[in-house]
């Protein structure tokens, strides 16, 4: 029973001097102060989104996989570009549409 004792001593001893000799190499284990409320440390370019820029897109690992909304962030924002460049090729579709009846209304004058 004295041997057990002995035994459970030692390895509490040398688990504290293990974890003291961690903690006096590797840091004390501060902390980053916390990012404000409702950014990520995710980025994109503000405007005009390439594949580059979302084949480089990572995301923090927690837990149970990806962060949900670092990735919900990245998909709005993917989403947003996508609505944004359908509708500006909307509006360049009725312009040269628009100038296409143009054109052959003055080719049509002409005759």
């Known amino acids: ?3 057990v004792l002995l035994y459970l001593v030692v390895m509490l001893l040398v688990g504290a001097v293990v974890f003291l000799l961690a903690a006096v190499v590797f ?3 501060e902390e980053l102060e916390p990012l404000p409320p ?3 440390p995710t980025r994109l370019p503000a405007q005009d989104i390439t594949g580059a820029d979302v084949a480089q897109v990572r995301f923090q690992i927690v837990l149970r996989g990806y ?3 670092e990735v919900d962030w990245v998909l709005h924002r993917l989403g947003g570009e996508l609505d944004s460049a359908r509708e500006r090729i909307a509006v360049l579709e009725r312009r040269c549409a628009d100038a296409g ?3 052959e209304q003055a080719a049509g004058d002409e005759r």
């Open 27 to 29: 840091g004390r284990g």
């Open 38 to 40: 409702g950014t990520s």
């Open 67 to 69: 962060k949900m909304s």
């Open 101 to 103: 009846l143009v054109v």
């Open 1 to 3: 029973m004295t041997t």
